[in-house]
């Protein structure tokens, strides 16, 4: 599995590609539906916020940013009905995985999405 470069200041957030470059986060990002197109901004603003501060994803207070999966340490960022799954790289200083983007409709992050997560950080 290759990483690509998502935003790279003081922290760095990574998301997972095929080996032809092809990557979930940025097709869910540009393939996303009209009417979530403010959501998805905010989250890329919330990115690029935690990115340029020293704290990173702990900038953000439990309501925008927590874990999900406190044994897998993964945690997810959200902006209203977008949430993305995320972990600590184990091999890089002040580096994040964004592992697995979704809207959510239900009160519980969807295992499906979690399975994915774990797989990424496990690979």
Aim: charged content about 35%.
């Amino acid at each position: 599995m290759k990483l690509k470069k998502v935003i790279s200041d003081r922290w760095t957030f990574y998301t997972p590609c095929t080996e032809d470059g092809a990557c979930e986060l940025y097709s869910f990002l540009e393939n996303i539906e009209r009417k979530y197109l403010a959501d998805r901004d905010g989250l890329i603003a919330k990115l690029k916020a935690a990115a340029t501060n020293d704290m990173g994803p702990q900038l953000f207070n439990t309501d925008i940013c927590h874990f999900v999966d406190e044994e897998n340490r993964i945690f997810q960022i959200r902006h209203r009905t977008i949430r993305l799954l995320m972990f600590y790289s184990t091999k890089e200083k002040k580096a994040i995985i964004c592992a697995a983007p979704f809207i959510k409709r239900r009160t519980k992050t969807p295992p499906e999405e979690l399975r994915k997560a774990r797989d990424i950080q496990q690979q």
